[in-house]
């Protein structure tokens, strides 16, 4: 069912850049609406074939909550919670498991933005059947992990999606990879070559990806997101993506019984083009100050089994 969906959606986009070949702003539209019907397929799927997955929002603080949530009762007197996140930001996540963007996506969706929803992810999965094609139409940004070429491809790619909306969500996983035993390993190495606090719950962020996202897509968004994930059964000395694979949770159903998420944000000056390395090195120093306090969170989580 979920390959026949997304024949049908890519083999829509064909046809909406073949007959309105030249009105980019109806392409734009007809593509935007095959996106918001994706994650609507992939959540119905999910929902259809796993078993059922409770998603647990928390806030770093109260006013934090009071901002982005509000309650209102619905015709039979029952709690209806609405989502009001910022339109436009930049996302940031730890990466546990291969299907982490998914529920993001549907955290883009209840706040109305998952036709303007972007990730940021490996090179390789461009090539994918049919995907790959669908994901390329969306404007996904696909990096080869190789910096003299991923840049000016980036600028480009944030240039192109500022003027293709005026909100957007730019998912980016600052870790670069899942959270492994052997990616932790290297983690360690790395931290230690640095001089900086191993960390056994997140891997070290790297920053340059998230500066050029930062850099290109102001002033149009300077708020950042950040959500931190954990899944339910597992601790810290087991790997989620080891537990909760695509072929567990789609093909055998076995998803995490809870999804939890913690919600904490922030944002970015923007500084002249000169002073690159300067900026560059602020947000480094920013992004691991939130990993730290990441580690902790998890810390928290995997003893308490709630953030």
């Known amino acids: 069912f979920f390959f026949s969906g997304c024949l049908s959606i890519v083999f829509s986009q064909f046809l909406f850049l073949t007959l309105y070949f030249g009105d980019k702003n ?33 806030f770093k603080s109260d006013e934090l909550r009071q901002r982005y949530i509000t309650v209102r009762p619905d015709q039979k007197g029952n709690n ?17 498991i291969y299907s982490d963007w998914f529920f993001l996506w549907f ?25 790959g094609y669908g994901m390329t139409n969306y404007h996904f940004v696909f990096l080869s992990r190789n910096w003299q070429l991923d840049k000016s491809y980036m600028v480009k790619q944030f240039q192109t999606i500022k003027q293709l909306s005026t909100k957007f969500w730019m998912l980016i996983f600052p870790e670069g990879t899942n959270m492994s035993h052997n990616n932790r390993n290297k983690s360690h190495k790395f931290a230690e070559k640095i001089g900086l606090p191993k960390q056994d719950c997140v ?7 998230l500066y050029v996202a930062c850099k290109e897509l102001a002033p149009s968004t300077t708020k950042i997101i950040d959500f931190t994930i954990g899944y339910s059964e597992h601790g810290k000395d087991e790997m989620a993506q080891d537990i909760f694979t695509l072929w567990k949770i789609y093909i055998l159903g076995e998803s995490p019984r809870n999804i939890s998420i913690l919600v904490d944000d922030g944002s970015h000056d923007i500084v002249p083009a000169e002073e690159e390395e300067r900026e560059m090195q602020l947000l480094n120093s920013w992004i691991t100050e939130k990993w730290q306090i990441k580690e902790q969170d998890m810390e928290y989580f995997y003893k308490n089994g709630q953030f």
């Open 80 to 96: 209806r919670y609405e989502l009001h996140f910022d339109p436009s930001a930049v996302i940031i996540s730890n990466h546990q």
């Open 107 to 131: 955290i883009a969706y209840l706040n109305h933005c998952s036709d303007h929803f972007f990730i940021v992810m490996k090179k390789s999965l461009e090539k994918l059947p049919v995907l």
């Open 26 to 58: 109806g392409i734009q539209q007809l593509l935007d609406y095959t996106k918001r019907n994706f994650v609507i397929l992939l959540t119905f799927c999910t929902s259809m074939f796993s078993s059922p997955s409770k998603i647990i929002l928390s």
């Open 203 to 209: 891997l070290l962020p790297r920053v340059k990806g």
